[in-house]
C-alpha cells in the first residue's frame, strides 16, 4: 500500500512544487494565500464531503462510519494527551494534537483508496472539527465556542451528506454536476497553496525556533506515529473481521500521519499567539510527511495486514 502512497505523494509534490514557483515568480502574497486557503477549507472541502456521502444507502458502511469516528475518538485523546504533556506552550500542544488530515488527508487518501476512502474519512474529520473548536479553541483562546463547531461549513457538509446517504434523497444532475466539478479541484488547489504557503519561507525565521520545532515535530511526527499505529494494531487485532476494516484503518492513519493542522495558525494570528512559528511549523512538517507518511505507512504494513 506504501507504494500507493509514495505515488500520490510524488504526483502531489509535483504540484506543491508548481505552486511554489508560481508564487515565487508573481510573489504571491499571505493575503492571497489565506483567501485561497478559505476558499479550499470552506467551500472546496465540504463539497468533497457533500459528493463522498451522495451514494445509495448501505447499513455495512454507516456502521463503518461509526467505527471510524470510534476509533478517531481514541486516536484523538491520546494525540491530546501527549499534546498536553509534552509542552507548556498552548501552540506546541496543538500542534501534535492536530493534523491537517481535511487539507492534506482529502486529496491523499481520495488518491489512494477513491471515494470510498473519503467517505470513511468524514469519520475522522467530524471529530477533528469537534475536538479542534472546543479543546483548540479553549487552548488558545480560555473559553469555548459552540457555534463554530454547529455552523463549521465541514460539519455542516457532514450533516448534508447524511441526510443524503440515509434517505432516497439525492443531489439531482443540475446541482450533482457543479459541486463535483469544484470537489474535483480539490487536489491542486490543496497542493497549489502549500506551495505558496511554502513559498512565504525564511530560512532565518527557523534559526529563532530551530530547538522547539525539532522538539514539537519529534513528538507530532515520530512519537504520536509509532503510538498510533501500535493502538491501530491492537484495533485491527480486536476489529479485524469487520467488513473493509484495513481500508478504514489506514485511513485513520494516514489521517494521523497528515502534518501540523493550518487551522493552528490561523487561531494564533486571530488571538495575537505566536503566528510565526505556528506557521513555520506547519511548513516544515508538510515538507517533512512526504517522507514520514510513506515511511509509517510501510511500518504498519508489516503489523497490520
Known amino acids: 500500500m506504501y507504494i500507493l502512497v509514495v505515488k500520490q505523494l510524488v504526483t502531489m509534490l509535483i504540484i506543491l512544487v508548481s505552486g511554489f514557483a508560481f508564487a515565487k515568480i508573481t510573489k504571491a502574497t499571505p493575503a492571497e494565500s489565506k483567501g485561497l486557503s478559505r476558499l479550499l477549507v470552506f467551500f472546496?472541502?465540504?463539497?468533497?464531503?457533500?459528493?463522498?456521502?451522495?451514494?445509495?444507502?448501505?447499513?455495512?458502511?454507516?456502521?463503518?462510519?461509526?467505527?471510524?469516528?470510534?476509533?478517531?475518538?481514541?486516536?484523538?485523546?491520546?494525540?491530546?494527551?501527549?499534546?498536553?504533556?509534552?509542552?507548556?506552550?498552548?501552540?506546541?500542544?496543538?500542534?501534535?494534537?492536530?493534523?491537517?488530515?481535511?487539507?492534506?488527508?482529502i486529496p491523499l487518501i481520495n488518491g489512494v483508496f477513491g471515494s470510498e476512502g473519503v467517505f470513511y474519512l468524514m469519520g475522522y474529520l467530524i471529530l477533528f472539527n469537534i475536538t479542534l473548536w472546543t479543546y483548540g479553541y479553549y487552548q488558545i483562546s480560555g473559553s469555548t465556542n459552540i457555534k463554530k463547531i454547529i455552523l463549521n461549513p465541514n460539519i455542516l457538509s457532514v450533516v448534508i451528506g447524511l441526510v443524503l446517504f440515509c434517505t432516497p434523497l439525492t443531489l439531482p444532475a443540475v446541482l450533482l454536476t457543479p459541486v463535483s466539478m469544484i470537489a474535483g479541484t480539490n487536489t491542486a488547489v490543496a497542493m497549489i497553496l502549500l506551495g505558496v504557503l511554502l513559498a512565504e519561507f525564511k530560512p532565518s525565521q527557523f534559526k529563532n525556533y530551530s530547538v522547539r520545532i525539532l522538539k514539537i515535530l519529534f513528538v507530532r511526527m515520530i512519537l504520536i506515529s509509532i503510538v498510533n499505529i501500535a493502538i491501530l494494531f491492537v484495533v485491527f487485532k480486536l476489529f479485524?473481521?469487520?467488513?473493509?476494516?484495513?481500508?478504514?484503518?489506514?485511513?485513520?492513519?494516514?489521517?494521523?500521519?497528515?502534518?501540523?493542522?493550518?487551522?493552528?495558525?490561523?487561531?494564533?494570528c486571530l488571538f495575537e499567539k505566536d503566528s510565526v512559528y505556528a506557521s513555520l511549523t506547519v511548513s516544515i512538517s508538510s515538507v517533512l510527511c512526504m517522507i514520514s507518511i510513506p515511511a509509517f505507512v510501510a511500518l504498519a504494513e508489516n503489523f497490520i495486514r
Open 240 to 268: 479485524g473481521s469487520i467488513p473493509n476494516a484495513i481500508t478504514m484503518i489506514y485511513v485513520i492513519l494516514i489521517c494521523s500521519l497528515c502534518p501540523c493542522a493550518t487551522s493552528i495558525p490561523t487561531m494564533a
Open 44 to 105: 472546496i472541502n465540504p463539497c468533497v464531503v457533500v459528493t463522498s456521502f451522495n451514494m445509495d444507502f448501505d447499513p455495512q458502511k454507516l456502521k463503518n462510519l461509526l467505527f471510524v469516528a470510534a476509533v478517531s475518538t481514541v486516536i484523538h485523546l491520546v494525540m491530546i494527551t501527549i499534546g498536553f504533556f509534552s509542552s507548556k506552550d498552548k501552540i506546541d500542544r496543538l500542534t501534535a494534537a492536530f493534523t491537517n488530515c481535511g487539507f492534506m488527508g
